[in-house]
């Protein structure tokens, strides 16, 4: 019995080199796959699935983290009640869901389950084997290479939108393993995914996998976990029509300028839609430059406030920009703001991740700083950087106590008594989960400020922010009492808050 066991696993690398016989054509090998799965004229024949089930997100591909760290917890929302539709003829998909985040959020709209609809073209809808296999066997489709990648034959194919993907065959059961594209990233430059099908099932004579991961070439974190219910083939399907709520905001149609102080303002990006926070950046005036605090959204956000930064003032330009915390939302115009040439200032420790960022490549979604390369220029700051010259000082500081954002820097103008921050309050927020670290970094540091101009939300005065501060603290604490009272526990319940 033994030696029979030896020779039976000896002998499998010849059966699975058998199996793939050449000439290795991609043909063969997606029809094959397809007979695996059930038939490739069942398949052929199949219009349109509903795959159930629920699943869940790394927040921002792992860019929401307290920490820049590598090896820092991510923050993971979940969705719930997911449908997910494909058409099988058009190869596109639609996505209902309700998602509640699985961290403190301090906008009601992440504990509320609310909803959402998302309609999927292209590459979107087929990270699914079947939407796959169809795409790369159809007749608008190009077969590309073949080659091998560990246990599994992979067929590269070219869709008609001109994007490629990359199909992974299991040598074995010929079933997809994975399906593998590239596509723009606001923070990371271009970014490669890979979708793996795991637990294949027959269902009504096909198989089909129960779950799907989806994988990033960034510290190759894992971004979505997708856990199967249940399928349905040939039903009728809804109007795709996309419904949810978040921060997209559109077209930007304009910027606001507002003096705050004499060589002080306020720009907000006005957009096509209005978003639940509004957003934007203060601009300084120094002898022969300007400082920008924060590069916001993206390339176009940032490029719109640097640029009209630019009019304010004749012969001077921005030329640095603190950066308050890592986030991909207050970090989305990184690149942007670098292949201007801009000087980044930060917190000591975001010194990696802003160079992760920086140095990627964008060969296939050219971006300006693919475009127009430039090397990182930092400025770390630890507890303190004096930033002055004979017309003006502005001091940095670290954050004090804020465990939504552990490595992050305000900036302060005492002259004016200005006070300049990302995520430490923001006048919009329903909850504040983290209301000490506003006053703890200011008694820390002994300040005296009088206007805060945020990131998100508007310009307001110091008693403007401590009431609304209170006001959220005390709406965190409800919300934490109403779902204690029906036996749920949230995350960031019970409220720390120590300035009743």
Known sequence: MKLLRIITLMSLPVIVSLAWAQPMMPEDILEQSAEAMGGLERIRNL??????????????????AASPHPSAPGKWAAQNSVQRYFDLDELSAFQTHRQGFLYPFALAFGHAWLPSAQVQNGIQALNHPLTALKAALGNQSEL???SIEDDNIVVEFTINSGTRLWLG??????????VRWSGPHNNLGEVTYTTWFTGYVPFEGIRLPSGFTTSIDWRDNVITEFHVDGYEF?????????????FGAGEILDVDVTTVAEGVWDLRLVTEFQGVETNGTAIVEFEDHLLMFEAYGSEEDTFA??????TLVPGKEVTRVVMS????????GIRAAVSRGLTVISKRENE?????????PAPNFPDALARNPQPLKFIPVDEHLVLEDDSRRV???????????TDAVFAYIPQERILMQGDMFVIEWDWHWWGDNYMDSIEYFDLDPAIDIPVHGRVATFAEVIDNINNQVTAAREFCAQNEAAGIYMAGCPVKYSRD
């Open 47 to 64: 219009d349109s699935l509903l795959m159930t089930g629920f699943s869940q997100t790394l927040g921002q591909d792992g860019g929401s």
């Open 144 to 146: 590309g290479a073949v």
């Open 169 to 178: 065959i299991n040598q074995v059961n010929k079933l997809p393993a994975w």
């Open 234 to 246: 040939n039903v009728d399907l809804p109007v795709f029509e996309s419904a949810s709520r978040g």
């Open 305 to 310: 406030l640097i640029d009209t930064a630019n």
């Open 325 to 332: 915390h890592h986030h991909f939302d207050h970090s989305g």
């Open 352 to 360: 990696n991740i802003l160079r992760e960022m920086t140095s990627r």
């Open 395 to 405: 001091d940095v500081y670290e954050v004090i106590g804020h465990m939504h954002m």
